[in-house]
């Protein structure tokens, strides 16, 4: 647990974990890993470490409201307790404010991933959707242009309808540009 909070709170000025005590005794490393998860929450630059009271009330404060974690601890302990603050009190809520913040960035991976996954979707539906009309649109160009080769064979400015061996022509082929021959889609 001591890795992932210095993994997540490692580019955070004032923050070195070392421990379950006098790492926490100024309220910065709690409040890193309410920033790291809700970084417009507040100003984490604007924190001092001289300042224990406003950091631990902050933390504790926005940890309950945003991360849902219980207030296991409270400010005036915190203060009361120095430096050197009990080790087991800290170990228990820093245990409960992990819990509560990866079961946050699991969730927005899991979000992250579906919308990915339903772009993706729509991207596959709408290429689909588009080479199915490219298709009915070069289908349609092929039979006027039978038409209108018809037409001019025969001398005709009437309807004219293609052969049913001409509608039944691939759809998997197009011609190449420049007029050369025909090639697979």
């Known amino acids: 647990m001591l890795q992932w909070c210095r993994s ?4 955070y000025e004032g923050v070195n974990i070392e421990n379950f005590s006098s790492s926490w005794s100024d309220g910065l490393a709690f409040c890193a890993l309410i920033h790291r998860f809700f970084p417009d929450a507040f100003d984490y630059s604007s924190l001092k ?20 974690c219980c207030p296991l601890l409270e400010v005036s302990d ?25 079961k946050i960035e699991k969730e927005r991976k899991d979000k992250e991933k579906e919308e990915k996954g339903e772009a993706g979707n729509e991207g596959a539906e709408k290429e689909k959707a588009g080479e199915v009309s490219t298709e ?20 005709e400015t009437a309807e ?25 889609a």
């Open 160 to 184: 004219t309808e293609g052969t049913g061996e001409e509608k039944d022509a691939p759809k998997c082929c197009e011609m190449e540009e420049g007029g050369g021959g025909l090639v697979e």
């Open 136 to 155: 009915k649109n070069e289908e349609e160009s092929a039979d006027y242009g039978r038409m209108d080769s018809h037409e001019e064979k025969e001398g």
């Open 8 to 11: 997540k709170t490692r580019r």
């Open 49 to 68: 470490s001289e300042e224990r009271e406003k950091n631990f009330t902050l933390a504790f404060q926005m940890a309950e409201s945003l991360a849902d």
């Open 78 to 102: 915190m203060i009361m307790m120095g430096n050197n603050p009990d080790p087991m009190c800290v170990f228990t809520y820093v245990q409960s404010l992990c819990q509560s913040l990866s």
